[in-house]
């Protein structure tokens, strides 16, 4: 079983499950009223903001939303200009630059080479799967 240095080198893409981490999306369009729905239906509570190639444009969590409607009150606004990309990594981004970048942030997106957003990591989930790992 390799040491915890060792498995804090890994890309996070050995984390990604890709059916229990697989991002919900929405485009940028998408009103903020049906985002609010998604995410309470969502275990993650946030969504990937992706464009019409697919390509992940921003990340929505609840408590950004929340936000955006406390200072909207328009639930019919569109989603893209809530959405951030300071939560977008690459898969090959190492666990211990994850674990470093979270900062506040309770929910990653993780995209693929070409921008794809291919799953979703809680700080919870980051942890329990190092620890799995380790």
């Keep these: 079983m390799p040491d915890y240095r060792e498995v804090m080198r890994y890309p996070v893409r050995k984390l990604i499950d890709s059916v229990e ?37 921003g990340v929505i969590e609840e408590s ?30 190492s666990l211990e630059t994850l674990r470093a970048l979270l900062g506040p942030f309770r929910t990653l997106l993780i995209v693929d080479d070409k921008g794809k ?8 989930t980051l942890a329990d799967r190092i620890s799995a790992l380790a």
């Design 21 to 57: 981490d697989a991002p919900r999306s929405v485009t940028p369009e998408t009103k903020l009223r049906d985002v609010l729905s998604i995410i309470r239906d969502t275990p993650i509570r946030a969504v990937a903001v992706t464009d019409n190639t697919n390509k992940a444009v």
């Design 64 to 93: 950004t939303l929340i936000d955006a409607l406390a200072q909207t009150e328009n639930l019919d606004a569109p989603c893209g200009g809530v959405a951030t990309t300071q939560q977008i990594f690459r898969d090959t981004t």
């Design 117 to 124: 957003a291919i799953g979703h990591i809680s700080r919870d």
